[in-house]
């Protein structure tokens, strides 16, 4: 199995800061790569797809990069509302794999 | 709007079965693959089975396989997960979600509790 290592697991921040959090694949998943929101009691979402692609909604702050092995999300002006756990998966291959999660804080 | 409701999560002993089931609306269900993702308690995403969109072909996380079986009934917009021989650690909330290498809609969960 391909297994997804996220970096930090938590971060404090304070609105209107840069952050990023990566992700690194225990082998190359081309740019098979998403990135998800999570807060507290309620589903995850999809912000980024195909390592770069935003999804329908998603605000423009945030972006993501990468290929191969190495995956960056950047959120570019940490609005109140952006606080919340990260998580990235591979979709390269079954079983697909999620990174053990970034919990941002404020700071 | 798409709508996914999962139903079936209760309190369970370790080496029991349960079923859980997911009833999709406000897409076109039977063209689309589907998965069952699970969260423990404070902890990650764990991606747990998908099935493809005419129920053909399926996958497991190693953790379930030969415990859990996916399957789907597009006439009735309704996804399964029967789950076998239940583990204390497999206690999480189990999402049900429509995507196919990635998660674009999720349902709001259900609670499944392993214990004596």
């Known amino acids: 199995d391909i297994q997804m290592t996220q970096s930090p697991s938590s971060v404090s921040a304070s609105v209107g800061d840069r952050v990023t959090i990566t992700c690194r694949a225990s082998?190359?998943?081309?740019?098979?790569l998403a990135w998800y929101q999570q807060k507290p009691g309620k589903a995850p979402k999809l912000l980024i797809y195909?390592?770069?692609s935003l999804q329908s909604g998603v605000p423009s702050r945030f972006s993501g990069s990468g290929s191969g092995t190495d995956f960056t999300l950047t959120i570019s002006s940490l609005q109140p509302e952006d606080f919340a756990s990260y998580y990235c998966?591979?979709?390269?291959?079954?079983?697909?794999?999620f990174g053990q999660g970034t919990k941002l804080e404020i700071k | 709007e798409v709508q996914l409701v999962e139903s079936g999560g209760v309190l369970v002993q370790p080496g029991g079965s349960l079923r859980l089931s997911c009833a999709a609306s406000g897409f076109t269900f039977s063209s689309y693959w589907m998965h069952w993702v699970r969260q423990a308690p404070g902890k990650g995403l764990v991606w747990v089975s998908r099935i493809n969109s005419d129920g053909s072909s399926t996958g497991y996380a190693d953790s379930v396989k030969g415990r859990f079986t996916i399957s789907r009934d597009n006439a009735k917009n309704t996804l399964y997960l029967q789950m076998n021989s239940l583990r204390v650690e497999d206690t999480a909330v189990y999402y049900c979600a429509s995507g196919s290498w990635y998660v674009d809609y999720w349902g709001q969960g259900t609670l499944v509790t392993v214990s004596s």
């Open positions: 082998q190359g998943i081309s740019r098979w």
């Open positions: 998966q591979q979709a390269d291959s079954f079983p697909y794999t």
């Open positions: 195909d390592a770069s």
